[in-house]
C-alpha cells in the first residue's frame, strides 16, 4: 500500500489539459476584467492628451518672437498707446481684416517691410508700430 501511494505521489501523467484549460480561462477573465476597468481612463487620459497636443501647436503658431501675445496683446497695446496720445485706438481686428485679407503673402511682406523702414523711436509712430505689430501678427497667422 505504501508502494501504490508512493507511485501515486510521483507519477505526473493525467488529466493536465483540463488544468490548462482551467488557468487559461481564468487569465483571459482577469485580462478581460482589467481591459474593462481601464479603458474609460485611457480613453479619457488620450483624449487629454490630444488636447493639450493641440494647444501647444496652436501656441507655438501664434505666439511666435515675431507676435508676442497675439493679436489680443497688440489690441491692448494699442489701447494704451492711443490713451496716452489722446485718439481713438484702432480695432486692430477689423484693420487686418480690411487692409491685409484680399492681399497675397508678397503684399502683406512688402507692407510689412515698409511699416518698418517708417516705424523709429519717436513717439509720434506709436500708431505705426501698433499696425507693424498687426502686420507681423498677420505674418504669422498666414505661415510666415
Not at 488636447?51 to 501675445?69: A, K, M, N, W, Y
Not at 489701447?79 to 487686418?96: E, F, K, M, T
Not at 484680399?102 to 515698409?114: G, K, P, T
Request: hydrophobic share 40%.
Amino acid at each position: 500500500m505504501l508502494s501504490a501511494v508512493r507511485t501515486f505521489a510521483t507519477d505526473e501523467s493525467g488529466a493536465v489539459s483540463a488544468d490548462w484549460v482551467v488557468l487559461t480561462a481564468f487569465l483571459v477573465g482577469t485580462g478581460l476584467s482589467v481591459l474593462t476597468t481601464v479603458r474609460g481612463g485611457v480613453t479619457f487620459t488620450s483624449t487629454e492628451v490630444a488636447e493639450q497636443l493641440r494647444g501647444q501647436v496652436i501656441q507655438s503658431s501664434f505666439e511666435s518672437d515675431r507676435c508676442p501675445g497675439g493679436l489680443d496683446a497688440v489690441q491692448q497695446r494699442e489701447n494704451a498707446n492711443a490713451i496716452i496720445a489722446q485718439r481713438d485706438p484702432v480695432q486692430v481686428s477689423a484693420w487686418l481684416d480690411t487692409n491685409t485679407t484680399s492681399l497675397s503673402n508678397d503684399a502683406v511682406e512688402a507692407e510689412l517691410n515698409r511699416l518698418r523702414a517708417s516705424v523709429g523711436s519717436e513717439t509720434g509712430v506709436q500708431l505705426e508700430g501698433t499696425l507693424l505689430a498687426a502686420m507681423e501678427c498677420a505674418m504669422v497667422m498666414r505661415g510666415g
